[in-house]
């Protein structure tokens, strides 16, 4: 069954430094997401992407955090002068279509800001 | 804003016992519900779905039906296994833009 990678599973990163996570959603999917979930929290949604654009970011999603599909295949999660309160685990999301159809995720990037 | 509310773990059961984990929603629209599961080291898997009123979403077991009239879509299985230990979340998407709201997850944790 196809499914959507992650890479890294883990990363550590000094407070301040850029991080960018990826991603490869299913190859026929054409929505594209990011959750986070911090320790003990809920999973939060973050943002959408279609059709090489944000459908919707949510107040998480800043200035400091920006998405990209810079070829066929990747999507990436680039998070800019991380925080100590961005270490999280990162999941990447994709679905067929937007209208109610389930989302298929990866098994995320855990996210250590030191 | 919409969102999700979820029983409370750890739960912990004995193997073949009932298992009920409830959940309820609150949204303006018609939204879809789901439930996903956590296995400990992976990522999030769905469990199942129901996309109108009064549908039954089930697979390996599990069951969960839409219920409009007390906003609910309590998960259950007769009877658990360990392999079913795991964190299980239940979700709402709207229609409109497909974003997932969760709820907090219920640990379970099943005892041979």
């Known amino acids: 069954e196809p499914e959507v990678t992650q890479t890294p599973s883990h990363q550590v990163t000094q407070m301040g430094q850029e991080v960018i996570l990826r991603c490869v959603p299913i190859?026929?999917?054409?929505?594209f997401y990011w959750y986070r979930q911090i320790l003990g929290q809920k999973v939060e949604f973050l943002v959408s992407?279609?059709?090489?654009?944000?459908?919707?970011k949510s107040e998480i999603f800043d200035d400091q955090f920006s998405v990209e599909r810079p070829d066929g295949s990747n999507f990436t999660l680039k998070i800019r002068s991380t925080k100590l309160e961005d270490s999280a685990m990162y999941f990447c999301a994709s679905s067929v279509t937007a209208s109610n159809q389930p989302q298929h995720f990866g098994d995320g990037t855990r996210l250590s800001i030191l | 804003g919409d969102s999700v509310t979820q029983m409370e773990g750890p739960v912990t059961l004995s193997e073949e016992a009932f298992l009920t984990i409830n959940c309820t929603y609150t949204a303006t629209g018609y939204p879809s519900l789901f439930w996903y599961v956590q296995y400990p080291g992976e990522g999030l898997q769905l469990l199942l779905k129901?996309?109108?009123?009064?549908d039954k979403g089930s697979n390996k077991g599990f069951e969960a039906t839409y219920r409009k009239e007390t906003t609910s879509f309590h998960l259950e299985k007769g009877s658990v296994q360990v392999s079913d230990s795991a964190v299980y979340f239940c979700?709402?998407?709207?229609?409109?833009?497909?974003?997932?709201?969760f709820g907090t997850g219920t640990l379970l944790a099943v005892q041979p």
């Open positions: 979700a709402l998407s709207d229609g409109a833009t497909n974003k997932l709201i």
């Open positions: 129901a996309t109108k009123a009064d």
């Open positions: 992407f279609y059709n090489n654009e944000i459908s919707e």
């Open positions: 190859s026929n999917h054409l929505y």
